[in-house]
Nanobody, 126 residues
Framework: QVQIVESGGGLVQPGGSLRLSCAAS????????IGWFRQAPGKEREGVTC????????YYRDSVKGRFTISRDNAKNTVYLQMNSLKPEDTAVYYC???????????????????WGQGTQVTVSS
């Protein structure tokens, strides 16, 4: 059974950094993707970035390019989201999710993700 657990959220000042972790286990093959999503109060959940576990290919939404980096440690079954130069508009609950369909390229469309973590709060404020 697939299990997803996020950690690493917290309060950080604008311009600061945080690293989120996503411990993902229970997969029956290496052909899946992990995505990071976020949801701010009163807004819809949006895709931030994703990584294909089999080959490491990634995708980022424009607003986080150059500031966020997604990476994987397959030995630890963990995906990381390094967030630098954080802005107040990055404040949200961040979710990690798994897409087990084995697509050639990962996507950040929420509809394709079938396993979700509980979320971790990230607050960027002075």
């Amino acid at each position: 059974q697939v299990q997803i657990v996020e950690s690493g959220g917290g309060l950080v000042q604008p311009g600061g950094s945080l690293r989120l972790s996503c411990a993902a286990s229970g997969f029956t093959s290496d052909y899946y993707a992990i995505g990071w999503f976020r949801q701010a109060p009163g807004k819809e959940r949006e895709g931030v970035t994703c990584i294909s576990i089999s080959d490491g290919r990634t995708y980022y939404r424009d607003s986080v390019k150059g500031r966020f980096t997604i990476s994987r440690d397959n030995a630890k079954n963990t995906v990381y989201l390094q967030m630098n130069s954080l802005k107040p508009e990055d404040t949200a609950v961040y979710y990690c999710a798994a897409d087990t369909a084995g697509r050639a390229v990962c996507t950040t469309a929420t509809m394709f993700y079938d396993y979700w973590g509980q979320g971790t709060q990230v607050t960027v404020s002075s």
